[in-house]
């Protein structure tokens, strides 16, 4: 599977968890699920990733964390807020240059609809 296909299927499997549980929820249960659905389709999943900062020839735990990453290529970074900020970009843009990973969505699961809160944002690397 390509990194494209990945991220439909990424997709398609948060709408599912969506539609099922509804805006509202805290974003670890939306988390635990949409790993659940990937899981269930036997992709590798690792949540809440420890994600250090390299500053100068030292590793500092920081403690910033992943929300999830798929496949050691996808990261998703959930988030349950009236709307998506810049600030969320940012995150993700730094966590994605930091791994050296090339996609990555930001998911508000606070929203009626999900592809209303869904936000790709790829890292040229």
């Excluded at 439909?8 to 948060?14: H, Q, S, W």
């Excluded at 988390?31 to 590793?59: N, W």
């Amino acid at each position: 599977m390509n990194i494209e296909e990945l991220g439909n299927t990424v997709i398609g499997a948060a709408i599912k968890v969506h539609r099922t549980l509804g805006p509202g929820l805290l974003e670890s249960a939306y988390q635990k699920c949409l790993d659940y659905e990937l899981r269930k389709m036997g992709l590798r999943i690792e949540c809440e990733l420890t994600l250090p900062i390299q500053y100068e020839a030292v590793r500092i735990d920081a403690g910033y964390r992943i929300d999830m990453i798929v496949e050691e290529l996808i990261i998703i970074e959930n988030k349950t807020v009236e709307r998506l900020l810049p600030i969320h970009e940012a995150q993700l843009l730094t966590y994605l240059k930091m791994r050296g990973c090339r996609l990555g969505y930001l998911l508000n699961w606070n929203v009626p609809m999900l592809k209303d809160g869904i936000k790709r944002l790829v890292n040229n690397l």
